[in-house]
């Protein structure tokens, strides 16, 4: 399937978005190598509104943190 990683700066930043996501509607995952790395995995029938949305959380995730 598909999926995307997205590196910040520390782990703990990471988590502080993962969580703000998921308040949001957002489902993210975390790695456990680094745990600076956000693990975004969309399922293959994504359709391109769930996508903008998907985008649009994870933005304002970004703003947020």
Do not use: F, N, Y
């Not at 293959?44 to 769930?50: F, K, M």
Request: proline residues 5%; negative net charge; hydrophobic residues 50%.
């Amino acid at each position: 399937g598909l999926m995307i990683g997205l590196e910040v700066d520390d782990p703990v930043h990471a988590r502080c978005l993962i969580s703000h996501a998921l308040d949001h509607g957002l489902i993210l995952g975390g790695t456990l190598h680094t745990g600076a790395v956000l693990r975004i995995a969309p399922p293959l029938i994504l359709t391109e509104a769930e996508m903008q949305l998907g985008l649009e959380i994870l933005e304002k995730s970004l703003e947020a943190s």
